[in-house]
């Protein structure tokens, strides 16, 4: 997958996180296994974690914030995805 395909996608699930509650935890998660279904090795680590993190990020906010804020990070890093 191309870069900014990529980050669209991502960016896609962090704005369902970051809409007004209640979340759609559910929603997320189907985004996020059917990205990471696409996806080959290797990965950016903060991408494979947020990919895999919904769970953690629904149940532990401080946790998602400082996630949400490392793929912020990544969305806004010009270049390579690897």
Known sequence: METDGLKSRLGQ???EEER???IDWFLV???SSELLGE???PLPL???E???GSER???DEVFAHAQRGQLLLF???PGRTT
């Open 75 to 77: 969305l806004r890093t």
């Open 46 to 48: 903060i991408v494979d």
């Open 13 to 15: 699930i962090l704005a």
């Open 29 to 31: 998660e189907q985004l």
């Open 39 to 41: 996806l080959s090795s």
């Open 57 to 59: 990020r629904r149940q």
């Open 20 to 22: 007004d509650p209640p």
């Open 50 to 52: 947020y990919l895999r």
